[in-house]
């Protein structure tokens, strides 16, 4: 791999060690041997391979559309629905082709995905062939969203709390494999889950498998998509559109007192080295990756790798493990926000192109804050700006746009309000009933 | 005393000052960051992508955009230089037109190719202040290159890049080669081919000897028993002569020399330039010779070529480029007589026209009044150094082998491949890995 920033992009996880921390996810691009070479050709640091079932006759897949897209423009996919089910080629193949490639690529992570019925048994005889791989650990599949759940797999398990404990209580009984939660994300609290595969013994989480969604209706035929012979089901959701619901979750594992220092391996939207950099800043040690390698081939990581060396040399971190979590602590609850800090929208009339984005968007839904002249000169007006930065996510330039903040002493035209010293959250604000104006005036927990 | 464009005879400073730095700034001028972003979003990231087999140094150019549209422009460099240490100047004087960006899928789709060459440029921009390679361990063989054109700089570099001492022998005072002396001064400009040979020599271990000429003080024989591999990358000496009357009077000139004349001159408001130029050819070389005539301020120029505009070596970019800085293109002409009392006056035309046995003349002539004219119809090999030739160039293999054994060619000099910088580049680099894989191989 092109390491030409000299930053040490090695990752170790649960004692696994792999050149990078980009592993693909299991899914399709992991389904197969000549596709994992490729990829480890290409410099992945790992593969989850694609989820194994029980021996015998393997599951059977629909043969039409199997995908479903969402578009931003020029057609950039933004998120992607299967109704995919786990591998459909026979244990013994996959078994066999796992022990080949992680033979003839020692240095990379070879974890193996598995999902079998909810009975002990089951799980200890795979476990056992698992083991004969030689294969680095295991990634227990409790996540996907179709299919397998109406057979009392995958979420099936994964919305069930004590299930999960149960089988993860199972796996580490039968094998001294490092085990790996896959959680689902559908579910209301990813704590409980996390919490579960805690107890049952997991090593560490991963999350987040797909979303359940429905990405498109055919007004033709009156049909969700994709469409199988008229009929549609729903799917699970990927790509970058469920980033932000991943890194949240991630996020709240992380912080939460019951499931801090599990670590996690973060998926869900990962396309680029910045969205590897921010799950990790949130407490994550390596990612995964599905969508983007789909999209865009195995290449993808080699902008990754290159990326986030830059930005780690630039940075002065000499390991991944050097920001793993530095973004953790300030993740914290609405009511620990600062409300005395203020700060109002300013425009860069140099780098401003006169569209009036800003203008509709302020004037139409926001705070009438943006005045708009004869000559199209758009500026701030402070007495009515509230700060949303609803200008600066609609402005097509970035960086015309940015939030000044006002310093101690300065007055906020809008509320008259002098930028106090002390900073005041809402536990002690006078407009909170309950507020205890005594409360010590420290933010974060 | 002021000249202007009307003013007869061959003058010094027909515009003013303004206009000199207009007409001789950037051709494009850089893109900013978000410029960049907005032309890198374009990019498909094709798999096996037709740019990357198009660029002769088969630059990764889907990976170095994507890393420009994640921010990472020096990451972005970083792939350009891999393949390519004159990234820099490719991007500002490869035809992209005819090369990548011809068959950018966007290209085929809307007509609009990704703007891959000033992409290029943008990232490679950021990465010229210090430079990123390192040397590896000294292995104690010495290689002698001969000429700083982008040839022998490429192929020195990849050299001193693997642990090898360099000696690089150029017969001008300065190096850089035609990015120095040739390269039209809109596309390369600040100093650009200095700063950028500094730049690249910045590596170590190259011993720059100026002044130093194969064939005048330097031969072949010694430079072979010297050094344990000799490269020729000396591109292009000698000059086609147009074969017609009255060739020898004066104001009849070399393109190149009137080019090289004009890179050097350090204020173009003292540089002569006639009333009436007259370019003869239909390369690179008379589109830039006619172009700069014209932005001297030249009252009219003609650029005058034998067969038809599609058989033009200039692109279709660059022909436009001379009609739309009012570069008169005239085809299916071939120049009969020159006129004139010991200098040119006139010259005489006579019209040509495609036929089952080649081009033939039509018996109609035409004159076009001239007291500056630039011959650029094509450079040929001066001495080649007793070597096997194919055509008129020294025959090498495709790693740059020539028919001696430990001597390497590459670039204008050498068979194969078209006359461009970044094919000069390419064949450089590979000939510097072949003596590499020679000399290690024990
Ligand atoms: C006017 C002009 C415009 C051009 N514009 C473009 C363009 O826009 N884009 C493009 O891609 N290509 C362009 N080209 C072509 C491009 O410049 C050449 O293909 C490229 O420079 C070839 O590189 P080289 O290293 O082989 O030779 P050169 O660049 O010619 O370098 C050869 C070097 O060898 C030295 N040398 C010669 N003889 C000896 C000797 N006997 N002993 C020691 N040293 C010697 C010379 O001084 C020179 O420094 C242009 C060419 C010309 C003439
Ligand atoms: C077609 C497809 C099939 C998948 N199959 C599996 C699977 O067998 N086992 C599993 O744990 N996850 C599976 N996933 C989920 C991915 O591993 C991953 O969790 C999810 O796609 C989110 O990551 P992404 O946004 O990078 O794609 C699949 C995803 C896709 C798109
Ligand atoms: S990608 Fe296209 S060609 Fe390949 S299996 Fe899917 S539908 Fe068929």
Redesign the pocket.
């Known amino acids: 791999m092109k390491d030409l920033y000299g930053a040490n992009l090695h990752s170790t996880f649960l004692g696994i060690e792999s050149p990078n921390p980009f592993w693909l ?4 691009p992991t389904d197969k041997e000549v596709n994992v070479r490729r990829a480890f050709e290409a410099g992945w640091g790992g593969v ?1 391979w ?2 194994l079932g029980e021996a015998g006759p393997p599951v059977v897949n629909v043969s039409g559309p ?2 479903g897209a969402i578009f931003g423009a020029d057609r950039r996919l933004l998120g ?1 629905n ?1 109704i ?1 089910l ?2 459909d080629r026979p244990l013994e193949v996959n078994l066999e082709e796992i022990a080949r490639v992680k033979r003839d690529y020692p240095d990379r992570a070879m974890i193996v ?1 598995l999902m079998v019925p909810c009975e002990e048994e089951p799980w200890r005889k795979i476990l056992k062939e698992v083991e004969l791989t030689g294969a680095d650990g295991v ?1 227990l ?1 409790f ?2 969203p179709h299919g397998m759940a109406e057979r009392g797999m995958g979420s099936a398990v994964g919305q069930v709390p004590e299930y999960i404990e149960m089988v993860t209580g199972w796996v580490k009984k039968h094998s001294n494999l490092p085990c790996i939660v ?1 959680l689902t994300p559908n579910i209301t609290n990813i704590l409980g889950p996390a919490g579960a595969a805690k107890a049952g013994g997991a090593d560490a989480v991963s999350l ?3 979303i359940n969604s429905i990405t498109s209706v055919n007004l033709e035929e009156m049909s969700p998509e994709p469409m199988i012979d008229g009929m549609g089901t729903h799917g ?1 959701y ?2 970058p559109a ?1 980033k932000p619901i991943a890194m949240n979750m991630v996020a709240e594992i992380a912080r939460n007192q019951e499931t801090a220092g599990l670590p996690i391996s973060a ?4 396309t680029t080295w910045r969205d590897a950099a921010e799950f990790m800043a949130l407490g994550a040690s390596n990612v ?5 390698a ?1 999209t865009y081939g195995f290449k993808v990581v080699q902008e990754m790798a290159s990326g986030l060396s830059q930005w780690m040399a630039e940075k002065g971190y000499n390991s991944t493990a050097d920001f793993v979590g530095m973004a953790t602590p300030k993740v914290t609850d609405w009511q620990h926000l600062n409300l005395d800090y203020v700060t109002k929208a300013e425009i860069n009339q140099d780098d401003c192109i006169k569209c009036g984005r800003c203008f509709a968007a302020c004037e139409d839904t926001s705070h009438q804050a943006i005045e708009m002249s004869e000559d199209r000169v758009f500026t701030v007006k402070d007495d009515e700006c509230v700060a949303c930065n609803l200008c600066v996510n609609v402005c097509p330039v970035e960086g015309c746009i940015t939030m000044r903040e006002l310093p101690v002493g300065d007055v906020d035209e809008r509320t008259g309000m002098t930028i106090p010293e002390d900073k005041r959250t809402w536990l002690q604000h006078p407009n909170n009933p309950s507020a205890d104006p005594n409360t010590c005036i420290i933010r974060g927990q | 005393m002021s000249n202007s464009q009307h003013t007869p005879g061959i003058v010094p400073g027909r515009l003013n000052s303004e206009a000199y730095s207009d007409n001789f700034s950037d051709l494009h001028p850089p893109l900013d960051d978000h410029e960049a972003r907005v032309a890198a979003d374009r990019c498909y990231f094709c798999h096996d992508a037709p740019c990357m087999e198009a660029c002769p140094t088969s630059i990764d150019i889907p990976l170095f955009i994507r890393q420009i549209a994640t921010g990472t422009p020096e990451a972005a460099a970083m792939t350009i230089f891999e393949q390519n240490i004159l990234g820099g100047m490719c991007a500002r004087v490869c035809p992209t037109e005819t090369l990548c960006e011809e068959v950018c899928v966007r290209e085929t789709a809307e007509g609009k190719p990704v703007v891959i060459g000033e992409l290029q440029r943008y990232a490679t921009d950021k990465r010229m202040d210090a430079h990123p390679y390192k040397r590896a361990a000294s292995t104690g063989k010495k290689v002698a290159v001969v000429g700083a054109g982008p040839a022998g700089l490429s192929c020195a570099h990849r050299l001193a890049m693997k642990g090898h001492d360099v000696v690089i022998y150029d017969a001008r005072p300065k190096a850089g080669g035609l990015n120095e002396f040739g390269i039209a001064s809109y596309k390369s400009t600040n100093d650009f081919a200095a700063r950028e040979v500094e730049w690249l020599l910045s590596i170590g271990g190259i011993d720059l000897k100026l002044g130093k000429a194969l064939g005048n003080g330097l031969n072949l024989e010694t430079l072979a028993a010297d050094f344990d591999a000799v490269f020729l990358g000396m591109g292009l000496a000698g000059v086609n002569a147009l074969g017609c009357d009255g060739e020898e009077k004066d104001n009849v000139l070399d393109a190149v020399d009137f080019i090289s004349e004009l890179r050097q001159s350090t204020d173009l408001s003292t540089l002569p330039v006639g009333r009436h130029v007259v370019v003869i050819g239909g390369g690179m070389t008379a589109v830039d010779a006619a172009v700069q005539a014209k932005l001297l301020g030249a009252e009219d120029v003609a650029l005058v070529y034998r067969r038809g505009q599609d058989r033009m070596n200039a692109s279709l970019f660059e022909q436009d480029l001379a009609a739309s800085k009012g570069v008169r293109i005239i085809t299916h002409a071939t120049p009969k007589a020159v006129h004139g009392n010991g200098a040119v006056r006139e010259i005489e035309f006579a019209y040509t026209k495609d036929t089952a046995d080649g081009l033939k003349e039509t018996g109609e002539t035409f004159r076009l009044p001239a007291d500056q004219v630039f011959k650029a119809i094509g450079q040929t090999l001066g001495d080649g150094q007793g070597l096997s030739l194919e055509g008129r160039k020294i025959r090498v293999s495709d790693s740059g082998r020539t028919s001696r054994d430990g001597v390497w060619a590459g670039g204008d000099c050498a068979s194969g491949g078209d006359d461009l910088t970044v094919t000069a580049v390419a064949e450089g680099r590979d000939a510097a890995e072949d003596i590499h894989n020679t000399l290690m191989g024990g």
């Open positions: 996810a299991s899914a399709p989850v694609k989820t199997r995908y992607l299967n995919e786990i591998t995905s990634e599949n996540g996907c896959k987040i498998n797909t699970g990927c790509g469920v998926i869900g939207g990962v995964q990756v599905c969508t983007a789909m």
